[in-house]
Every structure is written in structure tokens, then in C-alpha cells.
């Protein structure tokens, strides 16, 4: 059998490969996505090579404080916003929503209002699909999931004394990883703003 799976964009942009049907639980071979010009340069026969930063997770006490920043400064309306455009190339939306964790580390992602009146459960597993993809991509935590919408969250050391204050881990204190969180899953239940309201998933 396959060793693992290329997807070849018939387009000069990323393509994240999902799973939208759900039908790939059982899949256990990685899955990459690649743009049509990266598959120009790759030969019959040549060896390519992909590197992860390595990262480190979020502990239970540090989401829970990240989900609480989160819910003051969408009660203050000071979180940053992001509209999703579903006609917009993948990489335009990670490249904005990097440059949006760079300067605020929490950003609050959205489809617009019309989606956000609606909920099913199908529809909050396409916005969880959604914001796992641009979290992995980009190196992020889904810090809260709800109607149309998700807050992403990564720490920007950059940004001195206005970044949040974590507790450093072991490893951190050691020297050996720098302070940048990873992560992928959904927040639990919060209360506060009806619109960051996380949703039981």
C-alpha cells in the first residue's frame, strides 16, 4: 500500500486537504497538499522533504486563561476580526490570519452573520474542519468554537508586554523550545458574549 498521499492543486495556490465527507477516520498515512507550480518541480524518482516546527501544547490552565482573554476582549470589543471569504484562494486567508496572530495573537474568525443565525450540527463540524486547517497551518490553537465562527489563538513574543503571559513549561524553562503554542482543539463551553459562546462539540 501507499506509503502516503500528495494532493496536487490543479491551481498555483495551497491546498489544505481535508476530509469533508468524513470518510477518512481510518486513513493512517500523511496527507499533504501542494501547489500545481511545487509539483513542476518535483521529478520522477526525487527525493522532497517537508519540516515542522516543532511546538509545544497548550495546558488545560493556559487555555482556559487564553479563552478568558478572549471572552473580555469580545465583551470590550477589542478582539481582532476576520471575515472568511469562501471565493478567496486558501492562502490569501492564511496569509491574513498570520499576519493577524503576529499582531494580536487572538483573532476571531468568522463566515458572516447569515451563518452565524443558523446552527446545525453538521455545519458547526465544517466550521471545526475549517478552523483546524488554518490552526495547523499556521501554527495556532482553536480556542473556541461556535455558530459560523472560531477563535484562533498564538503567541507573538513580538509583541513584548502586550502578548498574554503563559506559564512557561519545563522545556521552556530549560531553553529548549521557544514560547510559540500549537494545537487543534475545539474549546468547551464559556460564558460570557453570546457571539464567543463555545459550543459543546
Known amino acids: 500500500g501507499a506509503v502516503g498521499l500528495i494532493v496536487v492543486n490543479s491551481e498555483d495556490t495551497l491546498l489544505s486537504p481535508g476530509d469533508s465527507a468524513r470518510e477518512g477516520s481510518d486513513i493512517e498515512i500523511p496527507v499533504v497538499g501542494i501547489r500545481s507550480s511545487d509539483a513542476e518541480q518535483l521529478a520522477d524518482g526525487a ?13 488545560g490552565d493556559d487555555r482556559k486563561m487564553v479563552r478568558s482573554e478572549a471572552m473580555l ?6 478582539l481582532a476580526m476576520m471575515l472568511l471569504d469562501d471565493q478567496a484562494p486558501s492562502e490569501q486567508i492564511l496569509m491574513e490570519m498570520d499576519l ?3 499582531q494580536h495573537e487572538l483573532v476571531r474568525a468568522s463566515f458572516g452573520e447569515e451563518m452565524e443565525s443558523t446552527f446545525t450540527l453538521l455545519e458547526i463540524e465544517d466550521v471545526i474542519d475549517v478552523a483546524t486547517v488554518i490552526a495547523d497551518n499556521l501554527g495556532a490553537h482553536v480556542i473556541i468554537v461556535g455558530q459560523g465562527m472560531f477563535v484562533l489563538y498564538r503567541a507573538s513574543p513580538s509583541l513584548g508586554d ?3 503571559l503563559l506559564q512557561p513549561t519545563e522545556a521552556e524553562t530549560e531553553g529548549d523550545m521557544l514560547p510559540v503554542r500549537r494545537g487543534s482543539s475545539p474549546g468547551a463551553p464559556s460564558p460570557g458574549d453570546p457571539s464567543l459562546r463555545a459550543s459543546s462539540v
Not at 476582549?73 to 477589542?78: I, L
Request: net charge neutral; with cysteine; proline share 0%.
Open 73 to 78: 476582549r469580545g465583551e470590550a470589543n477589542t
Open 47 to 59: 527525493m522532497a522533504s517537508l519540516i515542522f516546527q516543532r511546538v509545544a501544547e497548550l495546558d
Open 100 to 102: 493577524l496572530l503576529s
Open 162 to 164: 502586550r502578548c498574554i
